[in-house]
């Protein structure tokens, strides 16, 4: 098993039902999920799940990571408080694709409350198939990746 085919996944308490339904799609692509959690509805703190799949990602363990929360926004700012990481909250699928092409984006992030099941599955589609571009678009990703110090 290699990280290339892995995804971590995790999610604060609002958003287990669309995680699981995203583990399940991905794992009938040939990926293997590395679901993390939670796993109970009791409310639960999203910074924590979002450094933990990071943190997967960021050391090689995982290629990509998807996580979720109510609105994708809290648990991507911490995701890219992970050096290494970029994270990108997407609610439609042109965004899901350029954050891979011109942002070489390794995290995708989505909010339960702001899409539904089949557009967050077509977002994962979108992102998990676009490749990164390279050229102009490198150089920029070096500029983001000297902030982090």
Same mark, same amino acid.
């Given at each position: 098993?290699?990280?290339? !085919?892995?995804?971590?996944?995790?999610s604060?308490?609002?958003?287990?039902?669309?995680?699981q =339904?995203?583990?399940?799609?991905?794992?009938?692509?040939?990926?293997?999920?590395?679901?993390?959690?939670?796993?109970?509805?009791?409310?639960?703190?999203?910074?924590?799940?979002?450094? =933990?799949?990071?943190?997967?990602?960021?050391?090689?363990? $995982?290629? @990509?990571?998807?996580?979720? $929360?109510?609105?994708?926004?809290?648990i991507?700012?911490? =995701? !890219?408080?992970?050096?290494?990481?970029? $994270?990108?909250? $997407?609610?439609?699928? @042109?965004s899901?694709?350029?954050?891979?092409?011109? !942002?070489?984006?390794?995290?995708?992030?989505?909010g339960?409350? &702001? &899409?539904?099941e089949?557009?967050?599955?077509?977002?994962?589609?979108? @992102?998990?198939?676009?490749q @990164?571009?390279?050229?102009?678009?490198?150089?920029? &990703?070096?500029m983001?990746?000297?902030?982090?110090?």
């Open positions: 098993m290699t990280a290339t !085919n892995r995804i971590a996944l995790s604060d308490h609002a958003a287990i039902q669309l995680r =339904a995203i583990a399940g799609h991905i794992a009938a692509q040939g990926w293997i999920a590395v679901d993390i959690g939670p796993t109970t509805p009791e409310s639960t703190h999203y910074p924590k799940h979002g450094e =933990a799949a990071a943190r997967l990602v960021a050391s090689g363990d $995982c290629r @990509f990571g998807i996580i979720l $929360c109510g609105t994708g926004q809290g991507m700012m911490a =995701a !890219n408080k992970v050096k290494g990481i970029h $994270c990108g909250v $997407c609610v439609d699928t @042109f899901a694709r350029m954050i891979r092409q011109h !942002n070489d984006a390794n995290m995708l992030s989505i339960v409350r &702001v &899409v539904g089949g557009l967050a599955l077509d977002i994962v589609d979108a @992102f998990l198939t676009a @990164f571009e390279g050229g102009r678009h490198a150089t920029r &990703v070096e983001i990746e000297a902030l982090e110090g």
